[in-house]
């Protein structure tokens, strides 16, 4: 069966919340976040440097891309949760993932990326691990959505983009036979 570009493009789906939040819900999106870094290690381990810059669709990135993309993303999404624990209803800076994807960094080594994600989601699932219900109840204002949103969301909208990332290197290997 051929794959659609809505399927290469979202091999898990788009991204839909679930509310209301439970806490069985809660931990399994931490939990996803946390199991990330070994994942994304082990779905890019032992790939040559001509299958690290292949597309893992027509007219996307290469998976070298995509690993450094999760890097980028995820410190910025780290951010906003310190962002809006400690302030009252931040408004969050969007950034532009494909020009930012189209900078020198994205040759580098992914050993670099796969070092910022265990850092950064040590962190990150150190802080939801300690928060309360009430905080990750916590608004900030995305602009590029025109809302308000709750960490809440925030976690299940990473949770998802952890493994949305990941099936585009898992299913590209599938594909090819890697």
């Known amino acids: 069966m051929t794959k659609t570009a809505e399927d290469l493009r979202y091999p898990i789906g788009r991204f839909r919340a ?25 779905a890019v381990a032992d790939l040559d440097d001509a299958q690290l810059d292949t597309p893992y669709r027509p007219d996307g990135w290469t998976i070298r891309q995509v690993v450094h993309h999760v890097a980028d993303s995820h410190m910025n999404a780290f ?33 670099v990326s796969l070092g910022i994600l265990e850092g950064i989601h040590a962190r ?16 900030f204002v995305h602009p590029e959505v025109g809302a308000q949103l709750t960490l809440d969301w925030h976690l299940q909208n990473y949770a998802w983009h952890s493994h949305h990332h990941l ?6 290997r599938r594909a090819k036979g890697w």
């Not at 624990?85 to 020198?104: F, G, H, R, S, V």
């Not at 990150?124 to 608004?139: D, H, I």
């Not at 099936?167 to 590209?172: S, V």
């Open 18 to 42: 679930v509310m209301p939040v439970t806490s069985e819900l809660r931990s399994a999106a931490i939990d996803a976040i946390a199991g990330l870094p070994d994942l994304m290690r082990a």
């Open 124 to 139: 990150w699932t150190t802080v939801y691990r300690a928060m309360s219900t009430e905080e990750f109840e916590r608004l």
């Open 79 to 111: 951010i906003r949760v310190k962002l809006t624990l400690t302030e009252d209803t931040p408004t969050i800076k969007p950034y532009d993932e494909k020009a930012w994807a189209l900078l020198a960094d994205m040759q580098l080594a992914i050993s």
């Open 167 to 172: 099936a585009h290197i898992t299913e590209l």
